[in-house]
């Protein structure tokens, strides 16, 4: 079955969500590992919303945080993308790079393949300029990521979106601009 992918890496495609990626993707959101630097884990209810969100924000956009596909089997393994935000900080108003991957495919460098191809649809295709990633303090692993594909950190800020959370609140954002990711590819 052909896919209809709006670009692909070495190993992975990524698209736009629709209402039959639900329950594949609530399974994710609702495994407590995955969602270890997050407030709650989602119900199926808040992924619907979730992917509703995304939907329209590709509409207004023309991206989002992709649903992600592993090319040889079309499994969905989760999300690799980009998103507008606007909450308060001195980094933002901002696009953001983003992933969220099933446990089972962690390890095989996913993440990282599919930031630096969403990067450079970011640069290439968009023309954006900056892009920023947002993690909490102690997601090390999200950092590593942010550090393979260029990132430089910029700084550290509490999350207005994450004060009823105090464990999650205190943040760090890294950045790439279009002129030092041109240097590096």
Not at 47 to 56: A, P, W, Y
Request: hydrophobic share 35%; net charge positive; aromatic share 14%.
């Amino acid at each position: 079955m052909k896919k209809d992918y709006i670009f692909k890496s070495e190993r992975l495609g990524f698209r736009n969500w629709n209402k039959n990626d639900l329950n594949e993707f609530a399974e994710i959101n609702a495994d407590l590992e995955v969602m270890e630097y997050f407030p709650n884990p989602l119900t199926t209810s808040e992924t619907s919303e979730f992917i509703d969100r995304l939907q329209k924000h590709y509409d207004n956009k023309g991206y989002n945080y992709f649903a992600t596909e592993l090319l040889e089997t079309g499994e969905l393994i989760g999300f690799i993308g980009l998103a507008y935000q606007e909450y308060q900080t001195k980094f933002t108003p901002a696009t953001d790079i983003g992933w969220r991957l099933k446990k089972s495919v962690w390890g095989n460098g996913y993440a990282t393949e599919g930031a630096k191809k969403c990067l450079e649809f970011a640069f290439n295709t968009l023309n954006l300029e900056k892009i920023i990633s947002v993690f909490t303090e102690k997601n090390i692993k999200s950092e590593q990521v942010m550090k393979k594909i260029g990132m430089k950190k910029i700084g550290t800020f509490k999350h207005p979106k994450l004060k009823k959370h105090p464990k999650f609140e205190t943040c760090i954002c890294y950045e790439i601009h279009r002129t030092d990711w041109q240097k590096i590819t």
